[in-house]
């Protein structure tokens, strides 16, 4: 298993427009969790997932922001309708549950950029 | 809310010598986890130590260590024999009830040859 993987690894893309971005998880892992994190700060929680039912969303998610993670597997975080506020760095982690003292292995993330 | 707060921006270190991050964390939970993660420049972040709060021993792998001290809810690291390898944006981190971890804005350590 070569570990978390996000695709892709930037996107620039024009204010309004829709993007999607992808993370891979380690197999076998049943909780995915997406996080933002903007220059100079620490990642803030915006949702997870326990396999495919999400189980928590950040009040920072707007209803413009809608993820998914049919069957359990990889999951997709779109964002629509950009601002320039968006512009972040997207990282996707993944658990084994149940425990809390499991290690939540990060992907390299999605750089965003808003134009 | 739990919050976690680190509140040295930059820290600098000469190599082989010992440096300490600090971190303080907030919550009103008596069951949770603290972690100390690095995050490398363009590389993604991996777990460095945790510790269960409802342990009184500190933590330690190999280099690194923690001062877990519960009552005044602090969680220091502790890098001893700094190296090179070392730089990178430390986040500490606490899991409770919910979860998701909570990270604080984190320390850039610089280790100076």
């Known amino acids: 298993d070569t570990g978390v993987s996000q695709d892709p690894r930037h996107k620039i893309t024009k204010r309004g427009q829709n993007v999607t971005f992808r993370c891979d998880p380690i197999?076998?892992?049943?909780?995915l969790y997406w996080y933002r994190q903007t220059l100079g700060q620490g990642p803030e929680f915006l949702t997870y997932f326990q396999n495919e039912a999400q189980l928590e969303k950040s009040r920072l998610l707007s209803d413009r922001f809608s993820a998914e993670r049919p069957k359990g597997s990889f999951s997709t975080l779109e964002i629509q309708r950009t601002e320039q506020g968006d512009s972040a760095m997207y990282l996707c982690?993944?658990?084994?549950?149940?425990?809390?003292?499991?290690?939540?292995?990060f992907g390299q993330g999605t750089r965003l950029t808003v134009v | 809310a739990q919050t976690v707060t680190q509140s040295q921006p930059e820290m600098s270190v000469q190599e082989a010598e010992t440096v300490t991050l600090s971190c303080t964390y907030d919550?009103?939970?008596?069951?949770?986890?603290l972690f100390w993660y690095k995050q490398p420049p363009s590389r993604q972040m991996i777990l460095v130590i945790r510790?269960?709060?409802?342990?009184?021993q500190n933590a330690t792998e190999n280099r690194f260590s923690v001062n877990f001290q519960k009552a005044a809810k602090s969680f220091s690291l502790k890098i001893s024999d700094s190296q090179l390898g070392d730089a990178a944006m430390y986040f500490c981190?606490?899991?409770?009830?919910?979860?998701?971890?909570?990270f604080g804005t984190g320390t850039l350590l610089a280790v100076q040859p």
């Open positions: 510790q269960e709060a409802y342990k009184q």
């Open positions: 197999s076998e892992h049943n909780r």
């Open positions: 982690a993944s658990s084994l549950g149940p425990h809390r003292n499991t290690e939540a292995f």
């Open positions: 981190a606490y899991r409770g009830a919910t979860n998701k971890l909570i």
């Open positions: 919550t009103s939970e008596s069951d949770y986890y």
